[in-house]
């Protein structure tokens, strides 16, 4: 069973308070608190066997194996085939770009990249200045702006077969909206184009599976699920032992030392490996979330149904603030509305306030312990398309599966208190 009270209690963060008061977070599509095993993978790494990769000696060796324990366990986070195609790095922007340079050699004038107006800019500029540095032209996917979904028709019109790559997002990170990324992908491969997910924000949200998707890469972050600063790829073998990575010499063939620059942030994998582990508990208290991931096993299928687990519980939280909203009319809420569609969405819901600007209600929120981002959180196309830049953009309440119904009240409540003073 998917118990809140008991998981919030592994979170050392959420157990402080202010001036009387138990801070709520709404900030986690910036980053979500970590819970003690996190932390306590890290300490341990530090402590115990903090060396540099490939070493002859004790902490060397028991370092390289937590870091391969670490790529099983986001392979199995991503439902990846293969623990080497999981990538290490600074954070998804970076492996992006590292990626995208490399994707920019095999681009010609000619040929074209697909971006969407609703992705955060990590998944638009990387591709547009891949486009630039090689002569290739830009074509964008247009949003519905009245409910925030991607706009299908205009995805299917652009396509063709000088489509080389389309970049999308699984969530967005302002409106919450999901993508449906397996037709996209399936679409883009029936042109020989090849189909990057950023999975940043939905991944704490939900199950991942590139397989299912077919996508070809995908990126994500462990401090979005729960872990600390680091960033992910995946991408199909064949694809990261084929394209030309920029590497230091002597630069290893294989994977994933192919993609990997520098010394990683050891302590960091060592907690994200322990993120993972984190989540597949939730999925161990909760079987009953498993069968549509019977074709899974181990901890694949453990973290799966944990995710499921996750989803199911977020959608009666996310729908209680959406229903709280809708009755408080001078609050407007970008993106999907609809209860009925609580599937098509995680519950990352921004609103803008009739009369005061994104910064004051943000600042309001911030004076009652409520943490919440304003602004256009680096969607900046969809804040554009949508008429808010000029106007701050956004508040983003950011709902995880360690917030509470409680807590929703408690911000329902909070949002009456700022507008009546
Ligand atoms: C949807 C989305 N993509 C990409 C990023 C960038 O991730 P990172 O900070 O790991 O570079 C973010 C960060 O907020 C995000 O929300």
Redesign the pocket.
Known sequence: MFEVASLRRQFPALQQSHDGRTPIFLDG??GTQAPQQVIDAMVRYLTRCNANHGGVFRTSVESDAILDDAHQAVADFLHAPYAEEIIFGG????LTFHLSRSIAKRLQPGDEVMVTRL??D??VSPWMLAARDAGATVRWIDVNPEDGTLDFDSFRRQLNSKTRLVAV?LAS?VLGTINDVTTIAREAKAVGAWTFV?A??FAPHGPIDVQAIGCDFLAC?A??FFGPHV?ILWGRRALLEGLPAYKVRPSPKELPGRWMTGTQNHEGIAGTAAAVEYLAEIGRACPEYRDPFSRMHGRALDVHAGMAGIQEYERGIGGRLLQGLAERPRFRIWGIRDVSRLAERVPTISITDCSLTPRQLAERLAAREIYAWNGN??ALEISERLGLEPHGGFVRLGLVHTNTADEVDRLLQTLDEIVAD
């Open positions: 599509p910036a954070n998804m922007t970076t992705d955060h990590a998944n997002g990170n950023d940043v924000h972050s401090y979005k960033g959180n680096y």
